[in-house]
């Protein structure tokens, strides 16, 4: 059975940098067969779409947080992580991971964590 | 680029239908056959009911339905169930590995 896992700090300073992983079992992400994405949703507020990454590396972001956004992976530990640069407050989320399937569709999901930017 | 437009809120009695809308842009929902709709109970992880603008998941009750024409999308929800009350999320795909997710819906059985 796939699962994913998001671990990392859940509390952040602003001007700081938010960082989170996300580790995969049931599959190899370096197989090649999916690409891996970040997904995030405000306290009360909706989904949006951060970035995916497929296992060659080659990365894709939300243009209104490429400046502040990366997202790599690590196939020897079955790992993928994002970061996000200079935070401020409307960077608290609850961040998931989530496989991307064929046709674009997140079929998969972490529970989500919840990463809070406070003084 | 904008959130797609989705209504605020749904409500419909017991065993009626529902529609929800999404309205996009023909940059993405117009221009892909990549829509995605989404169901997340409050507090839970948001699950993959329909992708490919028709298709559900096995193990996704046939009571779930999408469409699309032009720059929209929608879901009908048949049979309505106590369970099914819920918020519910469009996205699309939007190019060069965009993405672009509804700013969601509540629906409420009344």
């Known amino acids: 059975q796939l699962l994913l896992q998001e671990s990392g700090s859940g509390l952040v300073k602003p001007s700081q940098t938010l960082s989170l992983t996300c580790t995969v079992s049931?599959?190899?992400?370096?197989?090649?067969?999916?690409?891996w994405s970040w997904i995030r949703q405000p306290p009360g507020k909706g989904l949006e779409y951060i970035g995916y990454?497929?296992?060659?590396?080659?990365?894709f972001y939300n243009p209104s947080l490429k400046s502040r956004v990366t997202i790599s992976i690590d196939g020897s530990k079955n790992q993928f992580s994002l970061k996000v640069n200079s935070v401020t407050a409307a960077d608290t989320a609850v961040y998931y991971c989530?496989?991307?399937?064929?046709?674009?569709?997140?079929?998969?999901w972490g529970q989500g964590a919840l990463v809070t930017v406070s003084s | 680029q904008s959130a797609l437009t989705q209504p605020a809120s749904v409500s419909g009695s017991p065993g009626q239908s529902i529609t929800i809308s999404c309205t996009g842009t023909s940059g993405d929902i117009g221009n892909y056959y990549l829509v995605s709709w989404y169901q997340q109970h409050p507090g839970k992880v948001p699950k993959l009911i329909i992708f490919?603008?028709?298709k559900r998941p096995s193990g996704v009750s046939d009571r779930f339905s999408g469409s699309k024409s032009g720059n929209a999308a929608s879901l009908t929800i048949s049979g309505l169930q106590d369970e099914d009350e819920a918020n519910y999320y469009c996205?699309?795909?939007?190019?060069?590995?965009?993405?672009?997710f509804g700013g969601g819906t509540k629906v409420t059985v009344l």
């Open positions: 049931g599959t190899f992400i370096s197989s090649g067969a999916y690409s």
């Open positions: 989530a496989r991307v399937g064929d046709a674009y569709r997140f079929d998969y």
């Open positions: 996205c699309s795909f939007a190019g060069s590995g965009h993405v672009i």
């Open positions: 490919e603008v028709t």
């Open positions: 990454i497929y296992h060659t590396g080659r990365a």
